[in-house]
């Protein structure tokens, strides 16, 4: 598994957090996804094998 911590600019509300947790956590491969809106970041674990970084990032610009 792999960890890691985005900066996600259009995370504004409380809804765009949710949204971006709820769309990156349906991807194949997806561990876990903790989104603060606050901070602006989303905490992601992810298998490497099944999802990369670029397709959870394009899910992420797509939602936020």
Do not use: P, W, Y
């Amino acid at each position: 598994m792999t960890n890691t911590t985005l900066n996600v600019q259009g995370m504004s509300c409380g809804h765009c957090a949710n949204s971006v947790v709820g769309n990156v956590g349906q991807l194949d491969g997806v561990e876990t996804v903790i989104g603060s809106f606050t901070r602006r970041k989303v905490d992601i674990t992810f298998d490497l094998g099944k999802v990369n970084l670029k397709n959870i990032t394009e899910v992420i610009e797509d939602v936020a």
